[in-house]
């Protein structure tokens, strides 16, 4: 009998001390819910959730899953004859700086089961976007010692372009710059000053008419804290590219 | 121009204030006469400053978080030793009640509370010496930060002198007048402390990292320390 109620108070005391840890952190940034964070981005909610936490909550299906009974039985079920783990949307868009501007947060993960090994497909789609008006020169920047489980994704499909550098040590220290222009990281470097020293995963892009802040599953809880910084400088790069003083430019 | 500026109202010349919203994020300033209620938009290059503003606002509170943030939360983290050394706490009451209830005490059984207890005791050495070397290293970071250069911005109508302002325009808390701030030596300091985060970083993170290594040393060394003096208490 004793060793039921020590079980018992074991069990109970352990998913006690889960709940009280997770309901404080929830409480911590109440602020980052996706409804809030939208309109902090000057957007507005399309899709989703808008108590989905991009900072406490993990936007894989197969993480979410062990947060709720739902979700660990479709874990279970898929474990065991393999199946789609969950699809995770988010979707914001507004005007923030005058610029079209959206968040994009997609993930689906379906499982194989294999004799040997089970395979976990990932599909994402996980960016912050925002869209100048003139076409931008393309290039790719990232951090020059990425953190293990942070690394940035690189397709194998889009051409590599040459790497260049920013004249300045303190920022070719920290970022790698690939672009076909070489006097491109020196133009943009003025806005990238925003970008804090202590943001352990970074990965811009411009392409077309986009510039995007793009992140893997794995990065967009280390990232959503800084979202907005993160804005205005992918409003600071489009001001640059489009001839503009960059916000935050005072006239002499 | 370095002294407050008045923004008249085109119909009556009383001053004008801010109507709507004020964010760095919208691209539109809309004022509106305090006297006879017109709403005006503002000339090109007096929007211009106003965004601006608005804009050199956020970025100034951006680079604070960026130069004090990281060690203001390490040391808030090290401030709850609960954090440390509640795992061992846990541990050793379910070990405790675990071993009560098999109501057998012997060299095997000894051992899980010799390193559970060995670690936590050096967990508990460990966090009050990082603590205070935390707060050595890291204190004097947050206070070299560079501060708002110059002196506090006056009122245009009674000189006295302005509160902090969080946009661009700033009241006066004497007589009400509505001031445009000049943003004198706000884009130096946005400058100057980011510069200054960037420098820092790298300290910040090695004292991190110095706490995390000595932590886990701490553990290894309880754990083992621990293990071992109890196997042999019990031994014996």
């Not at chain 1, 709940?19 to 409804?35: D, E, M």
């Not at chain 1, 936490?53 to 039985?73: E, H, I, M, R």
């Not at chain 1, 004859?81 to 994009?104: D, I």
């Not at chain 1, 990238?192 to 392409?207: D, F, N, R, S």
Request: aromatic share 6%; glycine share 10%; hydrophobic share 45%.
């Amino acid at each position: 009998m004793s060793t039921i109620i020590v079980t018992v108070v074991i069990v109970a005391a352990t998913f006690g001390f889960m709940i009280f840890q997770r309901k404080k952190l929830a409480t911590q940034y109440a602020h980052l819910r996706a409804g809030q964070l939208a309109t902090r981005l000057g957007m507005q909610l399309l899709e989703g959730n808008p108590e989905f936490n991009p900072v406490t909550q993990s936007v894989q299906p197969s993480v979410q899953n062990t947060g709720s009974a739902g979700g660990f039985l479709r874990q279970m079920a898929a474990s065991q004859v393999g199946g789609t783990l969950g699809e995770f949307k988010l979707h914001a868009a507004g005007q923030p700086y005058g610029h079209n501007a959206e968040l994009v947060l997609y993930c689906r993960q379906d499982l194989e089961t294999g004799l040997v090994q089970n395979t976990t497909t990932t599909w994402h789609d996980l960016r912050l976007t925002l869209h100048a008006r003139h076409g931008v020169v393309p290039f790719d920047l990232r951090l020059r010692k990425e953190m293990t489980g942070m690394e940035t994704r690189r397709r194998d499909d889009v051409p590599r372009m040459p790497a260049q550098s920013f004249g300045d040590p303190m920022l070719d220290q920290r970022y790698v710059i690939e672009t076909p222009d070489p006097a491109l990281p020196r133009r943009i470097a003025p806005a990238l000053a925003m970008l804090a020293p202590h943001l352990i995963y970074v990965h811009l892009i411009g392409t077309g008419t986009q510039l995007s802040f793009v992140m893997t599953p794995t990065s967009v809880m280390a990232s959503a804290t800084t979202f907005e910084p993160i804005l205005h400088v992918l409003a600071s790069l489009a001001a640059i590219f489009e001839g503009q003083p960059m916000p935050g430019v005072l006239a002499a | 121009m370095t002294e407050p500026t008045a923004i008249p109202c085109g119909r009556c010349g009383a001053p004008m204030r801010e109507t709507g919203s004020a964010s760095h994020l919208t691209v539109t300033v809309d004022m509106q006469c305090v006297h006879c209620g017109a709403r005006e938009g503002l000339p090109a290059d007096l929007r211009q400053r106003v965004l601006a503003l608005r804009a050199l606002r956020v970025q100034r509170r951006w680079a604070e978080d960026a130069a004090h943030g990281p060690a203001i939360a390490y040391l808030k983290l090290m401030e709850n030793g609960s954090l440390f050394l509640a795992p061992y706490a846990f541990g050793i009451v379910m070990l405790a009640a675990t071993l009560a209830n098999a109501r057998a005490w012997n060299a095997t059984s000894a051992l899980p509370v010799g390193i559970i207890g060995g670690a936590g005791l050096a967990t508990l050495v460990a966090w009050r010496y990082l603590r205070g070397y935390l707060r050595r290293v890291l204190g004097p970071l947050i206070g070299a930060s560079p501060g708002v250069p110059g002196r506090p911005e006056r009122c245009r109508r009674c000189g006295g002198e302005l509160p902090a302002a969080t946009g661009a325009f700033a009241t006066c808390g004497y007589c009400d007048a509505p001031n445009l701030t000049s943003g004198a030596g706000l884009r130096g300091h946005v400058d100057a402390t980011l510069l200054y985060a960037h420098q820092t970083a790298a300290h910040v993170t090695a004292a991190g990292q110095r706490v995390a290594t000595w932590f886990r040393r701490a553990f290894f060394v309880g754990a083992l320390g621990g293990g071992g003096l109890a196997y042999a208490l019990a031994a014996c």
